[in-house]
């Protein structure tokens, strides 16, 4: 147990009311992933202190971790309504209403942080997600000069070289836009201390561990489960938000987007093959199917088919495929450029997606992939259902139909009219799920193809399929 949770502990039995002790243990608690105890915490500082706005503010934050995104608006709201001048809340605040689809609201929210506190790289970063760019905005000249000043942190920077990169892609300055896209993903790559050795070894172990496990025990018997898990898999940026709208628009699907459940489970796995040397049993693929099933229970859904959109799952579709015989897995592919060049002009929040900030890493990490794929389809043949992007953009029912067939779903006209659905998105493509499908998308790197060679020589050298 972390110390500071402990002395709060102490100090609670010391005084049981404290309303800033209960604060500072809910705050605590959030990035030690227990969301419900840092929950419980925050509410006993509130009703000790109805007014304290910083216990709201961490209140709308263990909601958000729970997906509960209705009531952390409400939450961030009344940590704003109560410290008004208060940047950082004001910026989640944005953040949630962007996950929610009310854009115009959070485009509000990000212009009063910044308002507030000129010098918020991450507010300016998210504001640019939403606005389009015209020459004379005063954002890019403030961001400008942020930028140039010595005493910005290199965070900062990476957060301000992403947004004006937007900007001139917005102006049409090709040059310039990909220059700020260099800086900020050196400056990326530096901060995780990203070596792509790191997945080479991952997919190694991942390959030599099931292979042992098939070796020995037989696929887990077909048992019933009360959830019927659908993952949508692939490289970031394939399409993987979209198919998952469409699906979460039909009546029994719920959408429950990247659930980082299955490498939690998998991690203590691999460690143990790893350092024991012993095949995973059926009690281990047991306990991930425990697992998996208790995280789809705390999502607290009537629908019976969930989602989970999480796309870097192809690495454990063997293990999915065994915890789960009757699970569904879709695999989105994109264009090879295409999915490179998207990732590579997006910051990602995740550490996992360490590869995305080197054109060089990118080609190695997209052939990872491909081998993985490859040693799959060898072991599970006719059970990953493909399905294309530029497909799917191109002939949108018939391509809908025939994916709502694979998940044994009935046609419900809501999945052709995904963009009209409510709920939630946590991805960078938040905003694209809210409009219709439009085609295009996979030709915008030809507009930078001059500075992608390395790219595109790597993933032609690779033996990738980019036409």
């Known amino acids: 147990m972390p110390k500071v949770v402990q002395v709060c502990k102490e100090l609670l039995r010391i005084d049981p009311q404290s309303a800033v002790v209960f604060n500072i243990l809910g705050a605590a608690l959030l990035p030690l992933g227990w969301p419900e105890a840092a929950l419980k915490s925050c509410d006993k500082a509130i009703q000790n202190d109805p007014n304290f706005a910083e216990a709201f503010y961490n209140r709308g934050s263990a909601l958000k971790q729970l997906g509960q995104l209705e009531q952390a608006v409400d939450s961030y709201q009344r940590a704003v309504d109560l410290q008004p001048d208060n940047a950082v809340a004001v910026n989640e605040l944005g953040i949630v209403l962007q996950d929610l689809g009310q854009l ?117 018997a077909t048992a019933e489960t009360p959830k019927q898990p659908v993952f949508i898999i692939g490289m970031p940026r394939s399409g993987t938000s979209l198919v998952e709208q469409i699906l979460a628009s039909h009546s029994r699907v719920h959408g429950a987007g990247e659930l980082a459940v299955l490498d939690t489970l998998m991690s203590p796995l691999l460690v143990k093959w790893h350092k024991q040397g012993d095949s995973l049993t059926e009690d281990d693929i047991s306990s991930l199917r425990q697992g998996y099933l208790q995280a789809l229970d705390a999502l607290k859904v009537p629908e019976s088919i969930i989602t989970d959109k999480m796309p870097h799952n192809f690495l454990w579709i063997g293990f999915i495929l065994s915890a789960f015989p009757k699970a569904k897995i879709i695999h989105v592919s994109r264009d090879a450029r295409a999915t490179c060049w998207s990732i590579y002009k997006h910051y990602f929040s995740l550490d996992i997606n360490g590869y995305a900030y080197d054109l060089e890493d990118l080609v190695g990490f997209y052939q990872l992939y491909t081998g993985m794929m490859v040693f799959w389809r060898k072991r599970f043949p006719n059970r990953i259902y493909d399905l294309c992007y530029e497909t799917l953009t191109e002939n949108q029912q018939s391509e809908t139909r025939k994916l709502l067939e694979f998940c044994d779903l009935q046609w419900q006209q809501s999945c052709l009219d995904f963009h009209q659905t409510k709920r939630a998105v946590k991805t960078a493509s938040a905003a694209q799920v809210r409009k219709k499908i439009y085609q295009g998308s996979s030709t915008a790197w030809q507009k930078y193809e001059q500075h992608l060679q390395p790219l595109i020589a790597g993933l032609k050298n690779a033996g990738v399929t980019t036409d």
Do not use: W
Not at 128 to 154: C, F, H, N, R, W
Not at 163 to 191: H, P, W
Not at 212 to 217: E, P, S
């Open 104 to 220: 115009q609201r959070a485009t509000n929210s990000y212009e009063q942080a910044i308002a507030l506190q000129p010098s918020f790289a991450k507010a300016h970063h998210n504001l640019s997600g939403l606005k389009k760019y015209q020459i004379g905005d005063t954002q890019i000249g403030l961001m400008e000069s942020l930028i140039a000043a010595p005493e910005v942190s290199e965070s900062d920077q990476v957060y301000l070289c992403f947004a004006l990169a937007r900007v001139y892609e917005d102006l049409a300055d090709v040059d310039k836009s990909f220059g700020y896209l260099q800086r900020g993903n050196s400056l990326r790559k530096e901060e995780l201390h990203y070596k792509l050795e790191h997945h080479s070894k991952l997919v190694a172990n991942i390959q030599q561990c099931f292979s042992a496990y098939k070796q020995t025990v037989e696929l887990a």
